[in-house]
């Protein structure tokens, strides 16, 4: 069965550091993008950035770029986001989704998310 | 790069079609034909329900389908379940980006 097991949720306080992670099994992780989706309480999709766990190529969305780094380990079949110091507003679930259709068109294997809660 | 603009609801009867439409710009939705639609029901991940502006995965019923005219792409829904009602988003391909829409809460009535 494809599919990609996220970590658990974290609760941080503003300013710590955060990795989470997306593991992917049953098919060939190298060979296929990663993307990862942020969803703020009670709102929409929000799109961030892909990675190509193969050569760890990566893409960043405009409104993301400086803000979070998304990483690789293709030996663990692991995608990794992270933050070095987090706000308040990095509250949200995020999402890891593999993207396929000639290369990476569409997202059509999700996690189950992973809740970031950043609170004083 | 801003969101695609979709309805925030629409809502239907048992039975009857909806068309939740989603609309950008020639540089996202109008410009390449990888326009994809996601189901969320609450507390729930995303459902990849159309792809490539009208392709369905194994396993959407044919209930669903997809099309794309100039800057709007369409999903439409026809004999409406109960189980349908959900959040619909949109997402477009914009040129090593993506862009999702706001989405559309569907409420069967």
């Known amino acids: 069965e494809v599919q990609l097991v996220q970590s658990g949720a974290e609760v941080k306080k503003p300013g710590e550091s955060l990795k989470i992670s997306c593991k992917g099994s049953?098919?060939?992780?190298?060979?296929?993008?990663i993307g990862w989706v942020r969803q703020m309480p009670g709102k929409g999709l929000e799109w961030m950035g892909i990675?190509?766990?193969?050569?760890?190529?990566?893409r960043y969305s405009p409104s993301f770029q400086g803000q979070v780094t998304i990483s690789a380990d293709k030996s663990i079949s692991t995608a990794y986001l992270q933050w070095s110091s987090l706000k308040a507003s990095d509250t949200a679930m995020y999402y890891c989704?593999?993207?396929?259709?000639?290369?990476?068109?569409?997202?059509?294997?999700w996690g189950k998310g992973t809740t970031v809660t950043v609170s004083s | 790069q801003s969101a695609l603009t979709q309805p925030r609801s629409v809502s239907g009867s048992p039975g009857q079609s909806v068309t939740i439409s989603c609309t950008g710009t020639?540089?996202?939705?109008?410009?390449?034909?990888?326009v994809s639609w996601y189901q969320q029901h609450p507390g729930k991940a995303p459902k990849l329900m159309i792809y490539?502006?009208?392709k369905r995965p194994s396993g959407v019923p044919d209930r669903f389908s997809g099309s794309k005219s100039g800057n709007t792409a369409s999903l439409t829904i026809s004999g409406l379940q109960a189980e349908d009602e959900a959040d619909y988003y949109c997402?477009?391909?914009?040129?090593?980006?993506?862009?999702f829409g706001g989405g559309t809460k569907l409420t069967v009535l």
């Open positions: 990675i190509y766990p193969g050569d760890s190529d990566t």
């Open positions: 490539d502006v009208s």
């Open positions: 989704a593999r993207q396929s259709g000639g290369g990476y068109y569409y997202m059509d294997v």
């Open positions: 997402c477009s391909y914009a040129g090593s980006s993506w862009v």
């Open positions: 020639s540089s996202d939705v109008g410009g390449y034909n990888y």
């Open positions: 049953g098919y060939s992780f190298t060979s296929y993008w």
